[in-house]
C-alpha cells in the first residue's frame, strides 16, 4: 500500500520505485521502457496514466517549432499540391494542427492520449498506436514530434503509415543523437538507427524518403521523412 501510495505521487513527476525486471531494456539497437505489471504482461493502465500526467503538468508548453510547420507546409505544397486531409500525433495543446490549417487550408486532426484534448479544437482523445478506420490510407501527411512516447515504435509507425495514402508522407522530428529514457519518454535511438528500423518495418510498403535538418534547430534536430508507396 505505501508502495502504491508512493509510486502514484512519484508518476506525476515521470518516476517510480520498480522492481528488478521493471527497468528500461536495450534492444535491436534502441532503448525502450518496459511497462511490466508483477506477471511480466504489459501494463497499458500504466503507460497511460503517466503520458496523461506528463500532458497535463506540462500543458503549458509547447515543444513543436512554428518554423518548422511553415517549412513542412511548403514542402508539402510543392510535393502534393493542395493536401485535403492530415494528422498530427501527440499534439498536446494542438498548435500544430491549427498552423498547418492555417497554412494548407484542409482538415488537419490531432490525437491526444490525456483528456485534456477536449479543451482544444480540432484535437481528439486517442492512443496514436490505434488507427480509426476513417483514417485508413486517407491521409495525404502525418506529422509527430512524440514517438519517443510510444511503447511500441514499430506498431507505432504501422499503424501511421496505414494512414498514409500512396504517394503521401509522414514526418517525425527526431533528435539526432539518442537522448534519455524515462517512464514519460519511454523510447529512445540513434537516429540512424531509427532509419534503419523503419527502412525493414516497411517491407516494402514505405521507405524514409529524406532526412532534413529542421529549420528552427537543425544542429540537433531533423525530420525523418517517410513516404508511402
Keep these: 500500500m505505501i508502495k502504491k501510495l508512493v509510486n502514484d505521487t512519484l508518476r506525476s513527476f515521470g518516476y517510480e520505485i520498480n522492481s528488478l525486471a521493471h527497468k528500461p531494456v536495450s534492444a535491436n539497437g534502441f532503448l525502450q521502457y518496459k511497462y511490466v505489471k508483477p506477471d511480466g504482461t504489459f501494463d497499458y493502465d500504466q503507460y497511460r496514466e ?4 506528463k500532458n497535463r503538468r506540462d500543458i503549458d508548453r509547447i515543444w513543436v517549432s512554428e518554423a518548422n510547420i511553415d517549412f513542412l507546409s511548403h ?6 499540391g493542395t493536401p485535403k486531409f492530415g494528422l ?3 499534439t498536446k495543446r494542438g498548435v500544430e494542427q491549427e498552423w498547418f490549417i492555417s497554412r494548407l487550408g484542409c482538415k488537419v486532426l490531432g490525437t491526444e492520449i490525456s483528456d485534456t484534448a477536449e479543451q482544444f479544437p480540432n484535437t481528439i482523445r486517442w492512443d496514436f498506436h490505434e488507427v480509426k478506420p476513417e483514417w485508413i490510407g486517407a491521409a495525404d501527411f502525418i506529422y509527430s514530434n512524440a514517438l519517443d512516447h510510444s511503447y511500441d515504435p514499430q506498431k507505432c509507425i504501422n499503424a501511421w503509415m496505414s494512414c498514409v495514402r500512396p504517394g503521401g508522407f509522414a514526418f517525425i522530428e527526431w533528435h539526432t543523437y539518442s537522448e534519455g ?3 514519460t519518454d519511454p523510447f529512445s535511438s540513434d537516429i540512424v538507427q531509427l532509419v534503419y528500423a523503419i527502412t525493414k518495418w516497411g517491407e ?3 521507405c524514409v524518403r529524406e532526412l532534413i535538418p529542421t529549420p528552427a534547430n537543425p544542429q540537433y534536430i531533423s525530420f525523418v521523412v517517410l513516404y508511402k508507396f
Design 204 to 206: 516494402g510498403r514505405y
Design 181 to 183: 529514457l524515462s517512464l
Design 88 to 90: 498530427c500525433h501527440g
Design 75 to 80: 514542402y508539402i505544397k510543392k510535393h502534393l
Design 50 to 53: 503517466v503520458q496523461a500526467a
